[in-house]
């Protein structure tokens, strides 16, 4: 008989399961368009993605079955790799012989994902905390409802009743603090007595991870109207953040009762081992995991349709957010109307009339599926995504901070830096790692305009390198990663991530054409210097697996991440755009104010970069 | 042979209409198997549980949490008339020191010696739903609702506003090309659903509005006049909800659009039918597009077809539904089965048009949509 260790089938670096080595794993992606499946195989030492096949998802009407298209899906795999892995409607597992694979995993984000209502006392604190478990979690945050959040009683259990969320997280107060407020959220959701979006046969899962000694309080309003956790406090403290508790807990629950309810999916589960992961909590996973063990800091981003995604991590602490509203098709009109009109004018290299750009825009969002026949209309639509980034990437950078609230203890040098709390923990000079993912960067006609996208939007500075995840397949990657770490790190480096190379932002502001760089590359072909001018961008072709040992020094003013005017040893990363080099300055970056100035400016870069057909590289 | 399935908005002039008209809660359902409604019958009805406002009676009294049960003279389950005194605490004489009125009438839902609050609930909100189109009752959905189908013409829009509503079809504009602008709104147009062509303006809306037009039905809108409409730029096509008295269908997309022939013809020869018309509008997984249903009772009991679609096939007419040929109509004349790279250099399944003028294109097939049959 297995141990409970056991069955549960510990990870491991090395790739076993149960004590036995994996050598073929299929995992599914079930999303709310395509279910995606890959093959994966150990190889020598090493395990690498064989084959992908996919099919559209069939949460919804006519099938409702999601297994339909998870079969669809393996028997592309089937005949895309010759292999037989289904007998019948059945996963043949473990692998035997030439059949079957030794273990099948899958995450999901059919059916809308998981959409959560949290709460806390003070939004800024443990309402924060609590986004930020949910989030990390993997969920969509619907609403943080806050006693101080402005609205009242009633207004707040209206706002629950409309929602109909999945899951509420129900936090407020640390541990010996006051119990009122907490026990006040209770009784507001008690009086909203929310019904579950999804089937009418379950109560509404509430975790409560708030104030310990409210329990009792809470269970008396809850116990009986939802069902009701009971889990650690987020925020034990001022000064401490617990989320694993209250994320673990979220994921028992998605499983147990959201995802149970959408068709098909309590078939789904009998056919994995493991615990199905939301989608975005698996991608999290991997990206926290490979960041982790290769010492990195790393940002990635997913941008969808409908929404974006932007996971980091940086000294050592995860942070993942989700743009509910900000995406290439569903939510492109969205993009519009947050950033402003002149906020994407900036980045369209030619001269449209608003009232066009707008309809063009509002023509998008109604009809989702179209794509860019002319190269304008593609230069549209990658203004937008430079722009959904952005402000993806602001609301990261608001949300990834340091814990509010705490008091910090300062000596007289700390006057001087005023490091507050609740400052974000991005650090774009230490960055090492900007992955990009999502339609509008991953399938970019040329791999140097996702470069030039991400260099645009995330504005990284120093050294950093930049890749595209062009199947997406870190979501089967972060499932994987709970099973053997050792397998889906080396997927993720080997086959998941294209790499474009390492950019060179300059930092400081000079004038056009002012001398701002010296770089000296040792090169495969030789040693070779480059001097680069302030307002100019150039490409350097290096391969991938591909390195170059460069001493950059600045000119005075300008820092590159040892400090201004200070030169700085690295290793650059080749790939398949070559290394980047991004002379138009940061703190601040600018664009030329006057439109003729910036449209000229906008064609020199993009033959510099050789980003667009008809202007080749200079 | 190469083919591929994009669907296009349905427009024809037999369907079997299936509408479900469910309660947001569970309720009474007033009607049965069988029976023939009209649009505005009601089918089923409900009563949403009231309001909740919560009283801070510990602290209006000024005594502590704890203690409020001692100082309440309702309990839980109780009615309350408003300006009822629910709470009250003494003075050491007998005297009534504080007191705390009911702010509205209902029943006290839950008092808390944690917070000191007590819970009040409103009377229940009744809601009914209507049948919406003029059919026959398929199928009753015990204490949820009803199914009603209807035989009739059903046309599908790209994009709307305002909700459900009904009225007479006429038309305000002679050919699909005409701007419907508000001098061609008549005082007579005043509870009619009025159809125009290839635009409509924020002042046409106003007009419309002023004259109770129940709804107006066009190709094209600048997204400019929808955000003056709305008040704010609209972010995400979930609509439907806007309470704007006239109910706004676009056919055809953003811009001035002349409306597709085919749509335009079917209307004005339905011209004084009674007409269902829904502005809702979610494109998001799981697609609601507007839509007017017009029920014929000459094709009442006939089971029309439901429009089996082969996916796109040469000869298959198709409308172009992206620039540069934004609105262009023709027949597919080759599908190429590998990746051809468009003017982008992206390399995408494509299909070689000729358009009704003889000229030819190869286009991206995401960029077409099959005009039904």
């Given at each position: 008989m297995a141990t409970a260790s056991e069955s549960k089938g510990p990870d491991s670096k090395d790739g076993t399961w149960n004590g036995r080595e994996l050598k073929s794993i299929l995992a599914t992606d079930c999303g709310s368009t395509t279910t995606k499946a890959v093959l994966i195989e150990k190889r020598g030492d090493e395990y690498r993605l064989v084959v992908r096949g996919e099919a559209p998802t069939t949460v919804e009407a006519p099938f409702e079955d999601v297994t339909r298209g998870v079969l669809n899906a393996i028997m592309e795999i089937e005949e895309l790799a010759g292999r037989k892995i289904l007998d019948g409607e059945r996963i043949i597992s473990p692998q035997n012989g030439t059949e079957g694979v030794d273990i099948y995993l899958s995450t999901s984000s059919a059916g809308g994902g998981l959409q959560m209502m949290v709460t806390g006392v003070v939004k800024a604190m443990t309402g924060e905390s609590a986004e930020r478990a949910a989030l990390g979690a993997g969920a969509i945050v619907m609403d943080i409802v806050a006693s101080n959040d402005g609205r009242l009683p009633h207004e707040k259990v209206r706002r629950i009743r409309d929602l109909r969320p999945d899951m509420i997280l129900l936090s407020g107060g640390i541990d010996g603090g006051t119990k009122t407020h907490v026990v006040e959220l209770a009784e507001i959701i008690a009086a909203a007595d929310p019904k579950p979006r999804l089937g009418q046969a379950y109560k509404l899962p509430i975790i409560y991870a708030g104030n310990k000694d409210a329990t009792a309080e809470v269970k008396e309003r809850l116990g009986s109207k939802t069902d009701l956790v009971v889990t650690d406090n987020i925020r034990p403290s001022m000064e401490l953040e617990n989320l694993m508790p209250a994320r673990h807990?979220?994921?028992?629950?998605?499983?147990?009762?959201?995802?149970?309810?959408?068709?098909?999916?309590?078939?789904?589960?009998?056919?994995?081992?493991?615990?199905?992961?939301?989608?975005?909590?698996?991608?999290?996973?991997?990206?926290?995991?490979?960041?982790?063990?290769?010492?990195?800091?790393?940002?990635?981003?997913?941008?969808?349709?409908?929404?974006?995604?932007?996971?980091?991590?940086?000294q050592g602490v995860f942070n993942r957010t989700v743009s509910a509203n900000l995406g290439m098709s569903y939510s492109v009109s969205n993009v519009l109307a947050e950033a402003g009109l002149a906020n994407v004018m900036r980045w369209v290299p030619f001269s449209i009339e608003e009232s066009d750009l707008r309809n063009r825009i509002k023509n998008k969002m109604i009809r989702p599926t179209t794509i860019p026949q002319t190269l304008e209309e593609l230069q549209i639509e990658q203004a937008i995504s430079r722009e959904a980034l952005r402000l993806a990437f602001q609301q990261h950078k608001a949300l990834a901070v340091g814990l509010k609230g705490v008091q910090q203890e300062r000596t007289i040098s700390d006057t001087f830096e005023q490091t507050a709390s609740g400052e974000t923990l991005i650090n774009l000079l230490g960055l090492n790692l900007l992955v990009g993912s999502g339609g509008v960067l991953s399938h970019a006609p040329r791999r140097v305009q996702s470069a030039w996208m991400m260099l645009d939007a995330f504005l990284p500075e120093g050294v950093t390198d930049l890749a595209v995840d062009s199947i997406f397949m870190m979501p089967q990657l972060g499932v994987l990663a709970e099973v053997s770490t050792k397998a889906a790190t080396d997927v993720f480096v080997r086959d998941c991530l294209i790499y474009l190379g390492s950019s060179v932002s300059v930092i400081g502001r000079g004038k056009d054409g002012q001398k701002c760089l010296k770089a000296t590359l040792d090169l495969p072909?030789?040693?070779?210097?480059?001097?680069?001018?302030?307002?100019?961008?150039?490409?350097?072709?290096?391969?991938?697996?591909?390195?170059?040992?460069?001493?950059?020094?600045?000119?005075?003013?300008?820092?590159?991440?040892?400090?201004?005017?200070?030169?700085?040893?690295?290793?650059?990363?080749?790939?398949?755009?070559?290394?980047?080099?991004?002379?138009?300055?940061?703190?601040?970056?600018?664009?030329?104010?006057?439109?003729?100035?910036?449209?000229?400016?906008?064609?020199?870069?993009?033959?510099?970069?050789?980003?667009?057909?008809?202007?080749?590289?200079? | 042979m190469a083919h591929s399935y994009t669907p296009g908005l349905r427009v024809t002039e037999r369907a079997r209409v299936v509408k479900t008209r469910r309660l947001p809660l569970k309720g009474q359902v007033v009607v049965k198997k069988g029976d023939k409604v009209t649009a505005e019958t009601v089918v089923a009805r409900t009563e949403l549980p009231g309001n909740v406002q919560p009283v801070k009676a510990a602290s209006i009294m000024g005594v502590h949490q704890q203690d409020l049960l001692e100082y309440m003279l309702k309990k839980e389950g109780d009615p309350v008339q408003k300006d009822e005194v629910i709470a009250a605490s003494k003075s050491f004489f007998g005297l009534f020191k504080s007191q705390v009125k009911s702010p509205c009438t209902g029943t006290v839902e839950s008092i808390s010696p944690v917070t000191g609050q007590v819970i009040l609930r409103e009377p229940p909100i009744p809601v009914e739903v209507h049948a919406y189109i003029d059919?026959?009752?398929?199928?009753?959905?015990?204490?949820?609702?009803?199914?009603?189908?209807?035989?009739?013409?059903?046309?599908?829009?790209?994009?709307?506003?305002?909700?459900?509503?009904?009225?007479?079809?006429?038309?305000?504009?002679?050919?699909?090309?005409?701007?419907?602008?508000?001098?061609?709104?008549?005082?007579?147009?005043?509870?009619?659903?009025?159809?125009?062509?290839?635009?409509?303006?924020?002042?046409?809306?106003?007009?419309?509005?002023?004259?109770g037009v129940r709804a107006v039905v066009v190709g094209g809108l600048d997204d400019q006049d929808?955000?003056?409409?709305?008040?704010?730029?609209?972010?995400?096509?979930?609509?439907?909800?806007?309470?704007?008295?006239?109910?706004?269908?676009?056919?055809?997309?953003?811009?001035?659009?002349?409306?597709?022939?085919?749509?335009?013809?079917?209307?004005?020869?339905?011209?004084?039918?009674?007409?269902?018309?829904?502005?809702?509008?979610?494109?998001?997984?799981?697609?609601?597009?507007?839509?007017?249903?017009?029920?014929?009772?000459?094709?009442?009991?006939?089971?029309?077809?439901?429009?089996?679609?082969?996916?796109?096939?040469?000869?298959?007419?198709?409308?172009?539904?992206?620039?540069?040929?934004?609105?262009?109509?023709?027949?597919?004349?080759?599908?190429?089965?590998?990746?051809?790279?468009?003017?982008?250099?992206?390399?995408?399944?494509?299909?070689?048009?000729?358009?009704?003028?003889?000229?030819?294109?190869?286009?991206?097939?995401?960029n077409v949509e099959a005009i039904e049959t």
């Open positions: 807990k979220i994921h028992d629950l998605f499983m147990e009762h959201v995802m149970a309810q959408a068709p098909g999916y309590r078939k789904l589960m009998s056919w994995s081992p493991v615990p199905i992961m939301p989608t975005p909590a698996a991608v999290g996973n991997i990206i926290e995991r490979v960041a982790k063990e290769r010492h990195m800091q790393v940002v990635g981003v997913d941008i969808g349709g409908a929404t974006t995604d932007v996971f980091s991590v940086f072909g030789g040693k070779k210097e480059f001097d680069l001018n302030f307002g100019t961008m150039q490409i350097v072709p290096l391969d991938v697996d591909q390195t170059a040992e460069a001493v950059l020094e600045p000119a005075q003013g300008f820092d590159v991440g040892a400090g201004k005017g200070k030169s700085l040893k690295a290793t650059l990363k080749g790939g398949v755009v070559g290394l980047v080099f991004d002379c138009r300055g940061r703190q601040p970056f600018a664009l030329p104010e006057s439109h003729d100035e910036r449209i000229k400016k906008f064609t020199e870069w993009s033959g510099a970069l050789g980003a667009y057909p008809g202007l080749a590289r200079s | 059919g026959v009752v398929t199928e009753v959905i015990e204490s949820e609702g009803v199914v009603v189908e209807a035989s009739g013409a059903f046309i599908q829009g790209i994009f709307g506003i305002g909700g459900e509503t009904t009225g007479e079809l006429v038309m305000a504009v002679d050919d699909p090309a005409t701007e419907l602008t508000d001098d061609l709104l008549k005082p007579e147009h005043r509870g009619k659903v009025v159809v125009g062509g290839s635009r409509v303006t924020k002042q046409t809306i106003a007009r419309a509005k002023e004259l929808l955000k003056s409409i709305l008040g704010y730029d609209l972010g995400v096509a979930i609509t439907g909800h806007e309470n704007l008295g006239t109910t706004v269908v676009v056919t055809e997309g953003f811009g001035r659009m002349t409306m597709a022939g085919r749509t335009f013809n079917l209307l004005r020869k339905l011209v004084g039918k009674k007409v269902s018309v829904n502005g809702a509008t979610q494109i998001r997984a799981g697609v609601m597009r507007p839509e007017i249903v017009i029920p014929l009772v000459a094709a009442a009991g006939e089971d029309a077809p439901e429009g089996e679609n082969l996916g796109l096939q040469i000869g298959s007419p198709i409308r172009v539904i992206r620039m540069p040929h934004f609105g262009w109509l023709g027949e597919v004349v080759e599908l190429p089965p590998e990746l051809r790279a468009l003017e982008t250099e992206a390399m995408v399944r494509t299909l070689k048009v000729k358009f009704q003028d003889g000229s030819e294109a190869v286009l991206p097939r995401a």
